[in-house]
C-alpha cells in the first residue's frame, strides 16, 4: 500500500512536532515536508507535491485558508485539510470556499486524524464532528431552494419522513434521549432508526452520518 504523503504548515514548531509524530505513528502515512507560514506551505508543495497539504489558518504571510486558495497554482494534485483550534462558522465556510477537502479541530483525537487523511487521499471531504454540527446548522437554517431536487436526493436513500426527522435533530446536535423525549418516544426506538437510517446511509457512526448530510445537503 503507497503512503499518503504529508506536508504540515504551522507556525508553532512545537504544535508541529506533536503532529509529525502523531501521524508518524501510523505507517500508511509519511511527513515529507514542514513549513512555517502560508508561503513556504505553497512552495513546499510545489517542490514536493504531498497528496495533502495540512493548514492551520493563522499563520504569518499568509494565512491557511488563503494557501488553501492559491494550492491548485502550486500543485494541482494536492488536496488541502484545514487544521485549526476554531470552529467558527465563518472560518468553516471560508475554508470550503477556498476548495479545502477537510476541516478538522486541534482537539480532534488520533483515530479521527488518520481516518479523515485516508479519506480524503481517497477523495472525499471530510469535516470533524463539531465541525458537522456547524455546517448542518447552516443548511438548516437556510432558506429552502430547489424543494424538488432536495427530495429527489432523500428518496434516493428512501429515508421515511420519521427517520428524515430524526436524522434532522443528529445533525442538530440532540442525542437520543432529547430526541425521544422531543417525539414522544422510548429511548429504545430512536436507536432503532438511528440504526436504520446509518444502514440506509452506509455509514457506521453518527459523525460519518452528520458528514454524509451535510455533503450530500440531504435536509
Not at 38 to 57: F, H, M, T
Not at 95 to 115: M, P, Q, R, S, V
Not at 122 to 137: C, I, Q, R, W
Amino acid at each position: 500500500m503507497n503512503k499518503i504523503n504529508i506536508v504540515l504548515a504551522d507556525d508553532h514548531v512545537l504544535v508541529r512536532n506533536g503532529i509529525k509524530a502523531m501521524l508518524e505513528s501510523e505507517s500508511s502515512i509519511n511527513v515529507v515536508g514542514e513549513a512555517g507560514d502560508g508561503n513556504e506551505a505553497l512552495e513546499s508543495a510545489k517542490a514536493l507535491r504531498p497528496d495533502i497539504l495540512v493548514l492551520d489558518i493563522r499563520m504569518p504571510n499568509m494565512t491557511g485558508l488563503e494557501a488553501a486558495e492559491k494550492l491548485k497554482q502550486y500543485a494541482p494534485d494536492t488536496k488541502a485539510v484545514i487544521l485549526s483550534m476554531h470552529d467558527s462558522e465563518e472560518y468553516v465556510l471560508q475554508a470550503l470556499d477556498a476548495g479545502a477537502y477537510g476541516y478538522l479541530l486541534k482537539d480532534t483525537d488520533k483515530n479521527e486524524f488518520i481516518k479523515a487523511l485516508k479519506q480524503i487521499h481517497g477523495g472525499h471531504k471530510y469535516f470533524s464532528g463539531a465541525v458537522s454540527n456547524v455546517l448542518a446548522n447552516r443548511l438548516l437554517h437556510a432558506k429552502p431552494t430547489a424543494g424538488t431536487a432536495t427530495a429527489a436526493k432523500d428518496d434516493r436513500y428512501h429515508l421515511t419522513k420519521r427517520e428524515k426527522e430524526i436524522l434532522r435533530m443528529v445533525v442538530d446536535g440532540k442525542h437520543n434521549k432529547d430526541i425521544a423525549d422531543s417525539l414522544g418516544k422510548s429511548v429504545r426506538t430512536v436507536e432503532t432508526h438511528r440504526f436504520n437510517i446509518m444502514k440506509k446511509l452506509d455509514v457506521n457512526n453518527a459523525v460519518d452520518m452528520v458528514n454524509k448530510t451535510v455533503k450530500e445537503n440531504l435536509l
